[in-house]
């Protein structure tokens, strides 16, 4: 859901620019972003973070076995929300 929530805001600043933005990956977006605005250093490295939970919290057979929730605890939760919230305006 944060990954979501990040993709989402950055494919509204590419429509805000008048530009389109294709793409699930944070990180792609975020660096085609990048070449046309400044982004504040440390945040390309973050979204790593949220483009590798992509397809196991999305998809609850990604795991061998359990489900998602089983793999993640509340250190990573608040990490992911941390990020996600630096795309919001404030």
């Given at each position: 859901?944060?990954?979501?929530g990040?993709?989402?805001?950055?494919?509204?600043?590419?429509?805000?620019?008048?530009?389109e933005?294709?793409?699930?990956?944070v990180?792609?977006?975020?660096?085609e972003?990048?070449?046309?605005?400044?982004v504040p250093p440390?945040?390309?490295?973050?979204?790593?973070?949220?483009d590798k939970?992509?397809?196991?919290?999305r998809?609850?057979n990604?795991?061998p076995?359990?489900?998602?929730?089983q793999?993640y605890?509340k250190?990573?939760?608040?990490?992911?929300?941390i990020?996600?919230?630096s795309?919001?305006?404030?």
């Amino acid at each position: 859901m944060w990954k979501r929530g990040a993709e989402k805001a950055l494919k509204a600043a590419f429509q805000k620019m008048g530009a389109e933005a294709w793409g699930h990956s944070v990180v792609g977006l975020l660096k085609e972003l990048s070449a046309r605005v400044k982004v504040p250093p440390g945040l390309l490295e973050a979204c790593q973070e949220l483009d590798k939970a992509y397809v196991p919290t999305r998809y609850p057979n990604a795991f061998p076995s359990g489900s998602p929730s089983q793999y993640y605890n509340k250190k990573e939760a608040g990490c992911a929300v941390i990020v996600t919230a630096s795309f919001t305006p404030q």
